[in-house]
């Protein structure tokens, strides 16, 4: 029996689909498995037992990784789950900066009384006019899940479409149009575009990578969106090009007090994937890859250990070992299965930065001894029968 607790409400369609061979557990102590979403978890006491944390989102900057990793405890995310959500309001932000679509409503409001407010509409309505989206050309920095949906989607509303991704992945290059010219030099988005929108993960490589120098590159009127993370720009430098004209409209996700109210900003409450949808895939994902890791050992899409996928089980037993990133540990591993007379059927080993996984699968079943002499290797953090 599996025991999981929700650190936050976790859509019920995912939740039901855990097996008779789970529990909810009735404190976060019990758990083998915590779902989360928004609760940060720097300052928790992560209990013993806790096998796996899986993030019903794709920003995973609540949860203290390294000290995940140090302990042997998974943590998943659910890459691309919410990317439709996503994809959508970076459309209704291309429209709402291109149209002054929300100074005409907040003029309408003002002149609900007016009798004539429709005669009146037919005068004032120049100042709200804007520019169409079909013949512009958009720079997307990032071709993940979501940058490749805006991509595709902006070619289909007329848009000439650039993409910048020194590390594009090979799912992503196949589900890119082929229309959409891929850029090696980030300046080239600066240069030519006229909406540019970023969809790559907070690192720290990428936090304030849209900064002064950045701006003064970009055309004049350059409209920007930010529904990735607020910090991936300097936001000072984004109203100074506000003020100088440079930036035509900026739109953010992410409400701060650098740009709520200030102007040419549009501030959106971090509505990108609150959708019903999103969050019925997130919660069904996350849910899917614990099941997998706690009843098979299988890693996929964790952001603090390698992918690794056995598949199913069929021998006497499978173990799993976590460990540093250094130099004979399969050595070692083997050799203490060898030596106590276990023939290893199968195994493999994966690697993420300073930490490994490496899993067995064994056709005896294998002791407490054997198993606290792989636990006293050197480098091991963790060692998990898994069956």
Known sequence: MYKYFCLNPIAKVGLDRFTAEYKKA???????????????????E???????????????????????????????????????????????GMLLASRDVVGGIEWVKENAGNEDIAKAAEKEK????????EGKKLGIIGLGAIGVKVANAAKHLG????????????????????????????????EYCDIITVHVPLMDATRGMVNAEAVSKMKRGVILLNFARDVLMDEQAVLDGIRSGKVR??????????????DGCIVIPHLGASTEESEDNC????????????????????????????????????????HKNIANRI???????????????DMTNKSKGEVAYTLIDV????????????????????VRVVK
């Not at 005896?364 to 953090?381: N, T, Y």
């Open 331 to 345: 050595t070692k591993f083997t050799a203490i299965l060898g030596d106590a007379g276990i023939n290893i059927s």
């Open 283 to 322: 919660a069904k994902m996350a849910v899917k890859e614990m099941m997998n890791y706690l009843e098979n050992g299988n890693i996929i899409n964790s952001v603090n250990y390698p992918k690794c996928d056995m598949g199913v089980c069929t021998k006497e037993s499978r173990i799993a070992i976590f």
């Open 26 to 44: 009735d404190t976060v102590e019990e758990a083998d498995g915590i779902l989360v979403r928004s609760a940060s978890m720097h300052e928790m």
């Open 159 to 190: 848009m000439e479409v650039y993409g910048y991704d020194p590390y594009v992945s090979v799912d992503a290059a196949w589900n890119l149009s082929r229309d959409v010219h891929h850029v090696m030099n980030v300046d080239d988005i600066y």
């Open 249 to 262: 409209k900026y739109v953010t996700d992410f409400p701060n007090t650098v740009t709520a109210g200030k």
């Open 46 to 92: 992560l209990p013993e037992n806790l096998l796996a944390v899986a993030r019903a989102g794709a920003g995973v900057n609540n949860i203290p990784l390294d000290k995940c990793a140090e302990k042997g405890i998974v943590v998943f995310n659910t890459p691309g789950a919410n990317a439709n959500g996503v994809k959508e309001l970076v459309i209704a």
């Open 126 to 133: 120049k100042k709200f006019a804007g520019t169409e989206l």
């Open 363 to 382: 056709e005896s079943k294998v002791d407490e001894e054997i198993i606290d002499k792989l636990r006293e290797a050197e480098g091991v953090f963790r």
